[in-house]
């Protein structure tokens, strides 16, 4: 396989954009990241994008051009922007390209999500006790992890006043304003323990990567921030995840534990030898339950790192830096490329007022979505 590095990125801001269709955001973000790598759409050689919520994405040559290039359509819960990027890295790895465009865009109604039991070969009783909403389920989960490694409600609080903290830096977050750590833990109480600061909502937005050949990057001069690995994963026997209807008597593994095994293998290296993470955050929970199943830590030891600021912009490994799900929000179809976005920025040193300190040269991202899917991606400056 032949390295791949990313050239280009453009996102359009996430939150509310009346004045757009989450289709027009993906376009806009395409035209952000193909100014940025100096190239045009007729340069594209192929494309893999996702919505979950605005249409097929391959009709964004409709606002980009007929071309004529081949597009793949990408639909994989929470984490269809990162195999919209599994899918263009392989495109170019294989030697079969030198550069294409990975893209991923949405547009969701306010309120939480409203996915159908069939959808996911889940009899209708599921959906009628109420467990197709995601708020329980995560809150469910999330109480059985507190209980076994003593995780506290102020650790679930600290997780979202760091979102809301890093946020006020990034131009492209929908939640802009600190907010204390009082009002995030006595706020109103959406399903125990998770209180409404403490869970992303359903947003609009668009992200786009131009991903290039070693060859193809020298020639732009954009050889900077290369795909060291990327990875996807389902979930295993024994696993307990989002719309699992019941839970094994005999735990098994987890698709995060998976991804992220293969990713480091992959890399060449370990969570010791990383400098900046985005991880899944759909709730203050899941970020806490990530750091451990990507090995950044083990269970219950989240308590001393988010109490010390270690996942802070300035500690030992700063977590989440342009404020996650919890402050972007979630557009299914983007959100897993704005973590790779994140990584790129802060990889390329354009993160300003949240900028990680000391030039990293490792960023991990990881995503994750229903039914159970984790993906990986390490990059490397």
Request: include cysteine; charged fraction near 20%; glycine fraction near 12%.
């Amino acid at each position: 396989m032949s390295d791949v590095y990313i050239v280009g990125i453009g996102i359009h801001p996430f939150g509310r954009t009346d004045a757009r269709s989450g289709l027009q955001q993906g376009a806009y973000a395409a035209r952000a990241a193909l100014t940025d790598a100096g190239l045009e759409w007729s340069d594209m050689q192929f494309g893999f994008g996702g919505s979950d919520a605005s249409g097929n994405a391959d009709t964004i040559v409709n606002e980009m051009g007929l071309t004529g290039l081949p597009f793949i359509n990408v639909k994989n819960g929470c984490a269809t922007g990162g195999s919209a990027l599994i899918g263009a890295w392989q495109a170019i790895a294989s030697g079969q390209n030198d550069v294409g465009i990975a893209l991923g865009f949405d547009k969701h109604p306010r309120g939480a999500f409203n996915a159908m039991p069939a959808e996911y070969s889940l009899p209708d009783w599921y959906g009628e006790m109420g467990m197709m909403v995601t708020t329980q389920f995560f809150a469910m989960k999330l109480q059985r992890y507190m209980a076994a490694h003593g995780i506290t409600s102020q650790a679930l609080g600290r997780v979202a006043e760091k979102a809301f903290d890093n946020a006020v830096h990034a131009p492209h977050a929908w939640r802009r304003s600190a907010v204390d750590l009082d009002i995030i833990l006595n706020s109103q109480m959406i399903s125990d323990p998770l209180t409404k600061y403490m869970f992303c909502s359903p947003a609009e937005g668009g992200v786009a990567l131009i991903l290039a050949s070693e060859k193809k990057a020298r020639e732009l001069g954009r050889d900077k921030v290369r795909i060291k690995a990327a990875v996807i994963r389902t979930r295993p026997p024994g696993s307990f995840e989002v719309f699992a209807p019941s839970i094994d008597v005999v735990r098994g593994s987890a698709p995060t534990l998976l991804a992220s095994a293969a990713a480091y293998e992959m890399a060449g290296i370990g969570p010791e030898d990383i400098d900046v993470a985005q991880l899944q955050d759909t709730e203050s929970g899941a970020e806490i339950m990530h750091m451990a199943e990507n090995g950044f830590c083990t269970d219950g030891e989240q308590e001393e790192w988010l109490a010390e600021g270690w996942s802070r912009i300035d500690g030992k490994l700063p977590v989440n830096t342009d404020g996650g799900c919890l402050a972007c929000g979630e557009p299914i179809g983007a959100s897993g490329l704005r973590q790779v976005y994140e990584n790129a920025t802060q990889l390329l040193g354009r993160g300003a007022g949240r900028q990680v300190p000391g030039e990293p040269k490792t960023a991990y991202s990881h995503v994750y979505g229903a039914p159970g899917i984790s993906g990986v991606t390490i990059l490397e400056r």
